[in-house]
């Protein structure tokens, strides 16, 4: 059974920081990408960063230079670490991987991030 388990969510007052964490179970981890996603109230889920398994980055402009995604391959984790957060950091925050074999994704169940200003 594959699970992906988000963590780290929490309150935090605009230019803050928190830490994500995303652990993976049931698939071969060090293969796959791994996302980032959010959504806020009212909006559609939206890509926020990216990490392939040979590292390579790619992040949403928004967050571009304040939010760094990584991975620890023996740990199956990945983690979302956000800095100089803002109001519209808002959202919730859920990590996807996808299904090699059917081309379908993987979610996690979602983790709140609330930023005060």
């Known amino acids: 059974q594959v699970q992906l388990v988000e963590s780290g969510g929490g309150w935090v007052q605009a230019g803050g920081s928190l830490r994500l964490s995303c652990t993976v179970s049931?698939?071969?981890?060090?293969?796959?990408?791994m996302n980032w996603y959010r959504q806020a109230p009212g909006k559609q889920r939206e890509l926020v960063a990216s990490?392939?398994?040979?590292?390579?980055?790619n992040y949403a402009d928004s967050v571009n230079g304040r939010f760094t995604i990584s991975r620890d391959n023996a740990r199956n984790a990945v983690y979302l670490q956000m800095n100089s957060l803002k109001p519209e950091d808002t959202a919730v925050y859920y990590c996807?991987?996808?299904?090699?074999?059917?081309?379908?994704?993987?979610w996690g169940q979602g983790t709140q991030v609330t930023v005060s200003s």
């Open positions: 996807k991987t996808r299904n090699l074999a059917t081309g379908g994704d993987y």
């Open positions: 049931g698939i071969n981890f060090s293969i796959r990408t």
């Open positions: 990490i392939s398994s040979r590292n390579s980055t």
